[in-house]
Every structure is written in C-alpha cells, then in structure tokens.
C-alpha cells in the first residue's frame, strides 16, 4: 500500500473553481431570463492561476440582453362549404380579417358538399386548442354538438358566410337573410325576363349544389314565390352536389327537356358559369335568360357575351373579414368579455344575434332599374370593379 501524501493536481483544481463559476453564471442567466427586457450588469467571480494553492478572484463586467418570450400567436380557424371561387373570395376576407387583427388564419374547404368533412375537422380544431372558428354548415344540425363544446371551453364560435346553425351556442351568425335574398333573385329574374321583351307563360329552372342547409331553402322559397307570383312555372331545385361538370350537363339535359324554358338561376357560384356555357353551346343566347349568384371570375366571360345578365354580389369578403376580427377579440379578451364584443357589432346583442350584411345586384350593362327593398344597391360589373378593387383582384 503506498501512504505517501498525495500531490496536489492544480489542473484538476483549476478546472473545478472553473465549473462552479460556469454554473452561477447558467444560474444568473436562467433566472434573468425571465426577467423583462433590460440592461443588466453582472458580476462574475472568476479564478486565476497565481500560484499552486492561490487563487485571486478578479471582478469581470458584462451586457446580457435579455429578451421577452413572445406572446403565443392566435389561431383562427375557418371551415367553408365547399372548395369552390365564391368560397375562396370569403376566405381572402378571413385572412385579411385574421392578420389585420396578429393572428394567424387556418382554413378548410371541404372537397364535397358533405356535413362529415365539417364536424370531423371542427372538432380536431377545438381539441388542438384554436383560439377563434368560424363555420359555414353545410346541415345545420350537424355541428350543434361540437359548436356547443367550444363555446363550453371557451373558444369563441361563429357561423357564416351566409349560413347557419341557429340551434347551436354559437355566438353569432354573420350573412344575410336568405329568404330575402331568394326573392331579390326572384325579382331579378323577373326584371330581366322583362327587359328581354319576355312575358309569362313559360318555364324557369332552379340549378344549385344541395338543399341541404337553412338558406338554401329559405332562398329557394323566396325565388320561387316570385317567379310564380308573376307567372312563370318553376321547376324543382336541379341538384349537382357541388360537381361543376354535373352543372353544366344537367344544364344541358333541362334545355332539351322544356322547350319552353325562359329563364335560368344559378344558385351556386359555379352554376351560373355553367348555365352560360350550356347556353352558349345551345345558341339560345337571347332565347333563354341566365341569371345568377355570387360573384366570381369564370362568369365574366358571360357576362361580357350577354348570356349572363345579372348577378347577387353577398359581400362575402367583407362578411368574413369581420367574422376573423370579431374572433380575435373575443378570443384577447376571454369568454367574461364575450358579449360586451359582439355588442360593439350588434348593439341589441345577445337578444339580435345576427349582422346582415346588404347585398347588391351586379349587371352586365347599365339598366334603368331602381334597386328594389331587399337590395342595397344596384352596380355595372366594371362599376363594382372599380368600387371594390380588393375583392376584383381575387375574382379577376
């Protein structure tokens, strides 16, 4: 055994007055990094070799910046009807809506006018911990359960643009009143019908996606009461289940079928392109007059042909750009806070839990037509291009 005194390894001591300096220093910085932003001056003991068993302690002077953690980002999310133009326009307003408002938008366009896609998504959202949704029901009834268990946990819902799911918790309904805007669709087939020279008898069909939710109904009944009123015969919602393609081939099938077909109302955006290119192929440019809803770029062509003659513009973007800031508010301010939000919108809240938003009517050419009630304004396609600039460089 060997007894003799060990010898003193002054690298192994060096490096153990090192350590312990390393860890105050990681100590320091860990606690001021919780502090807020500020000019901090720290004081470091560091050793220094001055003989074998000395050490000198020397004071050091340093800047540590420290920064904030930032501030979570909200998320808010926002569920469409169907991937289709009119619905992209209302995903711009959203977007804008969202950033003007430092969130960030999440957005989902069903590939199929289905109420599954929906409720399968609305509810991944909800339990991911979005801050703020917005919802477009393709069936009423079927988001109620999911709606409901945001609005419990504390994440603000609202439906739109346009439709909704007036049985549930959500907060508010943002659109317009469909019945009304099934009699101003009414009223403007009629008015065209009448420009053209055109007088009842004679067939009129109704082409659309689905007759699945509240406002296609609603709107339905709305046309339909007018157009008869005045007249005219009007045959059953022909149904495409959002399939463009189907539009225009069911289009095709309702020209031969009624030889004494007048007019055609496109309900979904898309249908009104389709209409004007069954029309087109057919000749009847004239013969058979195309009216249709919503405001997107592949109508355009038509318009400027003449098939088309006149369109309901819903203010879709607008609509849904409040929709994302009325979110971001509530979700800053908490759910206590909720109401006194909407109230800034909608002074009779929480009695009037909807914004309605009015909507006009676009012509392919000036006519001499006071706006009816239920518009709010009556606008030439280059007149509303030159108005709403933002909205025509998404549709253009």
């Known amino acids: 055994m060997n007894n003799q005194p060990k010898k003193l390894d002054r690298r192994k001591f060096l490096y153990a007055g090192l350590g ?159 019945y009304q805007l099934g009699v101003a669709l009414g009223k403007g087939m009629v008015k065209l019908l009448e420009l053209a020279g055109k007088k009842p008898p004679g067939t009129i069909t109704y082409h659309t996606g689905g007759m699945a939710s509240t406002e296609d109904v609603a709107s339905w009944e709305g046309f339909k009461k007018i157009v008869e009123g005045a007249g005219y015969k009007v045959v059953e919602p022909i149904l495409d289940g959002g399939d463009a393609a189907k539009a225009v081939a069911l289009a095709e099938q309702a020209i031969k079928l009624y030889p004494d077909l007048v007019g055609m109302l496109g309900y979904y955006d898309y249908t009104g392109p389709a209409l004007g290119k069954a029309v087109t192929d057919a000749g009847k440019q004239g013969q058979i007059i195309v009216h249709a809803d919503g405001l997107i770029g592949p109508m355009v062509p038509y318009f400027q042909s003449g098939v088309i003659g006149a369109t309901i513009e819903l203010r879709q973007y607008e609509g849904s750009l409040l929709g994302a800031e009325i979110l971001a508010k509530c979700a800053l301010t908490g759910k206590a806070k909720w109401d006194d939000i909407i109230k800034q919108y909608v002074p009779e809240y929480p009695a009037k839990k909807e914004l309605l938003l009015p909507f006009g009517w676009v012509t392919g050419k000036k006519l001499d037509v006071k706006p009816w009630p239920e518009l709010g304004w009556i606008k030439t396609l280059d007149e509303f291009k030159n108005e709403f600039p933002e909205v025509w460089k998404i549709i253009g």
Request: proline share 9%; aromatic share 6%.
């Open 20 to 178: 312990a300096a390393i860890v105050v220093v990681g100590g320091l910085a860990a606690y001021f990094a919780t502090r807020p932003p500020e000019r901090i001056v720290e004081t470091v003991e560091k050793p220094v070799e001055k003989t074998v068993v000395q050490t000198q302690i020397q004071t050091v002077e340093r800047t540590i910046q420290v920064t904030e953690t930032p501030a979570k980002k909200l998320r808010l999310g926002y569920i469409t009807r169907l991937s289709v133009p009119w619905w992209i326009v209302a995903e711009e307003g959203f977007k804008a809506g969202a950033r003007k408002n430092g969130a960030e938008p999440v957005i989902y366009h069903p590939p199929e006018l289905t109420s599954e896609d929906q409720v399968r998504v609305l509810d991944s959202w909800v339990a991911a911990g979005l801050d703020g949704i917005m919802i477009g029901p393709n069936d009423p009834a079927a988001p109620i359960d999911v709606i409901n268990r945001a609005i419990d946990r504390g994440v603000p819902v609202v439906t739109g643009f346009g439709v909704d799911s007036p049985k549930s918790k959500r907060l508010l309904f943002l659109g317009y009143d469909p």
